[in-house]
């Protein structure tokens, strides 16, 4: 699998409604959903199912399973060397789990599912730059 398989499965789902614990092109997806997705796209089945969420689950349950699962499953890298096709993990406060991912599709450019909003390409600006809490590439990744 090359960067340009993940951006342009990433790029397929634009436009594809909010819709809270989805994964279904053109139908409905939230950020992880996104993710998922594309991890079917790129890489095949899933490699364990997703428990049922709540939009609060991570300051609920105050455990970082998010990052958690993208260190079992990706390949961790410095977030200042994410390239086109990497992973990003945000934090939506100091001290709070990750709770959002977005897929890097150009220097400065994510696509990612938020409530209120279809799948969209937003630029990384400060506002996003800064709640960056990790970084990661897909397993096979052929750089």
């Not at 364990?48 to 969420?53: A, D, G, H, L, S």
């Not at 410095?78 to 945000?90: M, N, Q, S, T």
């Not at 990750?98 to 599709?105: F, N, P, Q």
């Not at 209120?116 to 096979?140: D, E, H, K, Q, Y």
Request: with cysteine; charged share 20%.
């Amino acid at each position: 699998m090359r960067r340009a398989d993940i951006v342009a499965a990433a790029e397929s789902w634009l436009g594809t409604p909010y819709q809270h614990q989805a994964s279904r092109k053109g139908a409905g997806t939230d950020c992880l959903g996104l993710l998922r997705g594309v991890w079917r796209e790129v890489c095949g089945a899933e490699p364990q199912p997703v428990p049922p969420y709540t939009p609060d689950w991570a300051e609920a349950l105050a455990d970082d399973l998010l990052m958690a699962s993208a260190r079992q499953h990706l390949n961790e890298t410095a977030p200042g060397h994410a390239r086109e096709g990497d992973v990003l993990l945000f934090r939506m406060r100091l001290g709070v789990p990750a709770k959002h991912c977005a897929i890097l599709v150009a220097p400065e450019r994510i696509i990612h599912a938020y409530w209120g909003r279809s799948v969209c390409m937003t630029r990384l600006v400060p506002w996003w730059s800064r709640r960056v809490a990790g970084a990661f590439s897909f397993p096979g990744l052929e750089d």
